[in-house]
C-alpha cells in the first residue's frame, strides 16, 4: 500500500489546535478506530501540537494510512515543524503523550525531521482499499471544522465520559479491593486455625510417640523378666528332675531290691514323666538362651554333606511309625556354606523330628539346593497339612496346630529353630496345604551374614 495522506492542514495559530484535535478525531472516527482510541489519538494531537506551536511557530499536519509487513494498518500523522528543532529532538511537555498512541517518534522525512505518532486500526474495521481510501479523502476533505467552542464542548463532553468511566473503574477496584481483604482475612483465619490444629496434632503425635516409647521400655523389661524368668527356673529345676531320673533308674536297677510289676509300672511312669519335663526345661533353656542374645555362634566352613549323613544315621531310629520313610538327600557339590554346624543341625533335626511326630504315611525328606550365593535346606512331609491362616501361628512359642490326633510336645521347637536360622542370618518359612503335607525351608547365605 501506498502512503498518500488522506488529509493535510496547517498548525499556525492558537485555534489551530482545536481544528487539529477535531480533525485527528473525525479522521481516527472514519478508519475505523473505536471510539477511546479517537479521544486517545486527537489527546496526543493537540499536546504535540501546542508544543510545536509554542517551540517552533506551527508546523504542517499531515493523515495517512500506513500498512506493516505483517498486513496490520496504521492511522499516521506526521507533524512536520516550521522551523528548526532543539538538537533535532523533541520531548513532550507531558509524559503522558507517548502512553497515548502506539510509536511517537522523530524521523527525518526528505532532509526535514518530523514528528510521527501512529495507532493501529483494529482488524474489524472495514477493509482499507484504494476505492475505500478515496472515499475517506473525499469524506474528510467536504466536513467542515467546528468552533472552538463545540472543540471545548466536545473537549468538555469527553473529559466527564472519561472522569465517568474512571469514576466506574475506580469504584470497581474499591470493590475489589474489599472483596480481596475479605478473602484475604478468610485465607488468614484459614491458616491461623490450620496452624492451631497442626500444633495440636503434632503435640498428640508428640504424646504418642511418647507413650509408644514408654509401652516399648515396658515391653522390652518384661520380654527382659521373662528370659531371665526362664533361665532361672529351667537352670534351677534341671537339677531336681535329673535327681528323679536317677532315682528312678535306681529303683529299676538289677542290683537293687525286686519290686512288684505294679511297682515297676508306676517307677516307669515317673521315669518317662521326669524325662518329659527334662525335654521340656532343656527347650525352655534354650529357647531363654536364643531370646537373650546369649548364644554365639562358630563360623566355620561347614559340609552339607557331612551334616546330612550324620542327620540319616541319627534319625532313623526316631520314624514313630512303620508307614514313614525317612529321605534325606545327598546335597549337590561342591556343598559348602559358612555357619554354624552345631546350630544348623539343631535347626534340622528339629525339623525332621517335627515331620516325622506329625506323619503318619508317606515320608519324610531332607533336601539341599543352591539359591544364587546362598543355598534352600527343605524339608518336606506328607502329613496331614496346616491351614495358611495358621501358617505363622506355629512360630509362636507353646502353639501347636490341630491334626486328626494329639501329638506330644511343648510348642517350642518351631519358635526356637526360627531364632537360631536368623542368628544364623537366614530365614525360616513355611508353605502347607491341608491333606498335602507341609515343606519347611531354610534360606541361608553362602557367605554367612
Known amino acids: 500500500m501506498s502512503y498518500e495522506p488522506l488529509l493535510r492542514m496547517a498548525l499556525r495559530v492558537e485555534q489551530d489546535i482545536f481544528v487539529v484535535r477535531q480533525r485527528g478525531r473525525e479522521v481516527a472516527a472514519a478508519v475505523g478506530l473505536e471510539h477511546q482510541d479517537q479521544v486517545r489519538i486527537a489527546t496526543a494531537l493537540s499536546e504535540v501540537a501546542r508544543d510545536l506551536l509554542r517551540a517552533v511557530g506551527g508546523a504542517d499536519v499531515a493523515f495517512g494510512i500506513t500498512a506493516t509487513p505483517d ?24 509524559g503522558a503523550v507517548a502512553r497515548l498512541v502506539d510509536t511517537l517518534s522523530v524521523v527525518a522525512v526528505a532532509g526535514d525531521t518530523v514528528v510521527r505518532m501512529s495507532r493501529r486500526i483494529p482488524v474489524t474495521a472495514q477493509a482499507l482499499t484504494a476505492e475505500r481510501l478515496e472515499q475517506l479523502r473525499a469524506q474528510v476533505g467536504q466536513s467542515v471544522p467546528g468552533t472552538v467552542e463545540e472543540e471545548l464542548a466536545t473537549q468538555n463532553s ?14 470497581e477496584l474499591a470493590r475489589l479491593n474489599e472483596e480481596l481483604e475479605q ?5 488468614l483465619a484459614l491458616y491461623h486455625q490450620l496452624t492451631d490444629e497442626l500444633e495440636e496434632t ?9 507413650e509408644l516409647d514408654e509401652k516399648s521400655a515396658q515391653l522390652r523389661s518384661a520380654s527382659e523378666s521373662k528370659t531371665r524368668f526362664l533361665a532361672n527356673v529351667s537352670h534351677e529345676l534341671r537339677a531336681p528332675v535329673t535327681a528323679i531320673i536317677g532315682l528312678a533308674r535306681l529303683l529299676t536297677d538289677s542290683a ?16 518317662s514323666s521326669a524325662s518329659d519335663l527334662l525335654s521340656l526345661v532343656n527347650e525352655l533353656l534354650d529357647l531363654a538362651k536364643a531370646e537373650s542374645g546369649r548364644i554365639e555362634p562358630n563360623w566355620t566352613d561347614v559340609d552339607l554333606r557331612a551334616v546330612f549323613g550324620q542327620l540319616r544315621g541319627t534319625l532313623r531310629a526316631l520314624r514313630t511309625a512303620s508307614e514313614v520313610e525317612l529321605v534325606v538327600e545327598e546335597p549337590p557339590a561342591p556343598a559348602t556354606v559358612r555357619t554354624d554346624e552345631v546350630l544348623l543341625a539343631q535347626v534340622l533335626r528339629n525339623l525332621l523330628h517335627n515331620g516325622l511326630k506329625f ?12 539359591d544364587g550365593d546362598g543355598w534352600k535346606l527343605l524339608v518336606s512331609d506328607t502329613g496331614s497339612g496346616i491351614p495358611a491362616e495358621l501358617h505363622e501361628r506355629v512360630f509362636e512359642e507353646f502353639y501347636q496346630a490341630p491334626g486328626p490326633a494329639r501329638v506330644g510336645g511343648t510348642g517350642l521347637g518351631l519358635p526356637y529353630a526360627r531364632r537360631l536360622v536368623t ?5 525360616l518359612e513355611l508353605s502347607s496345604v491341608p491333606g498335602q503335607g507341609s515343606t519347611f525351608t531354610v534360606s541361608l547365605p553362602a557367605n554367612g551374614i
Open 71 to 94: 498486513g496490520r494498518c496504521h492511522l499516521r500523522v506526521d507533524l512536520d515543524p516550521v522551523g528548526p528543532l532543539v538538537d533535532g529532538r523533541y520531548e513532550p511537555q507531558s
Open 183 to 187: 478473602t484475604n482475612r478468610g485465607v
Open 359 to 370: 506323619t503318619s504315611r508317606g515320608e519324610v525328606r531332607l533336601r539341599a539346593q543352591r
Open 256 to 271: 537293687s531290691d525286686p519290686l512288684t510289676l505294679e511297682q515297676e509300672r508306676q517307677v516307669g511312669l515317673i521315669r
Open 158 to 171: 469527553q473529559l466527564i465520559a472519561a472522569l465517568d468511566e474512571v469514576r466506574s473503574q475506580r469504584d
Open 202 to 210: 503434632n503435640r498428640g503425635v508428640v504424646a504418642l510417640y511418647a
Open 423 to 427: 542368628l544364623l542370618g537366614g530365614t
